[in-house]
Nanobody
Framework: QVQLAESGGASVQIGGSLELSCSIS????????MAWYRQRPGKEREEVVL???????TYETFAEGRFTASVDESKNVLFLRMNSLTLEDTAMYYC?????????????WGQGTQVTVSA
């Protein structure tokens, strides 16, 4: 059974950095599309970044240049490095995975990890 578990969420100050992790168990990574999503208070969940097994990644505008997604296939971990954090980055962050194809049809989701940015 595939399971995703996020970690690394914390409270940080404006301008700070944080790295989130998403551990993937129950599968050997091969062909995949994975993503980070977030849900800010009072807002709908939104995509942050897509990344696939070819290393291709697509960032939303707010994440471009500040956030970096990567995958350590040897450890089955998806990362999200976030720099220059702002108040608007406060959210619950989720990882999602399509572990059968690059279609990004996400059948697996984590429970989320909270990021809080404060002044």
């Amino acid at each position: 059974q595939v399971q995703l578990a996020e970690s690394g969420g914390a409270s940080v100050q404006i301008g700070g950095s944080l790295e989130l992790s998403c551990s993937i168990s129950g599968v050997t990574l091969s062909t995949y599309c994975m993503a980070w999503y977030r849900q800010r208070p009072g807002k709908e969940r939104e995509e942050v970044v897509l990344i696939d097994d070819r290393g291709d990644s697509t960032y939303e505008t707010f994440a471009e240049g500040r956030f970096t997604a990567s995958v350590d296939e040897s450890k089955n971990v998806l990362f999200l490095r976030m720099n220059s954090l702002t108040l608007e980055d406060t959210a619950m962050y989720y990882c999602a995975a399509d572990l059968m194809s690059r279609s990004c049809a996400f059948g697996a989701w984590g429970q989320g990890t909270q990021v809080t940015v404060s002044a």
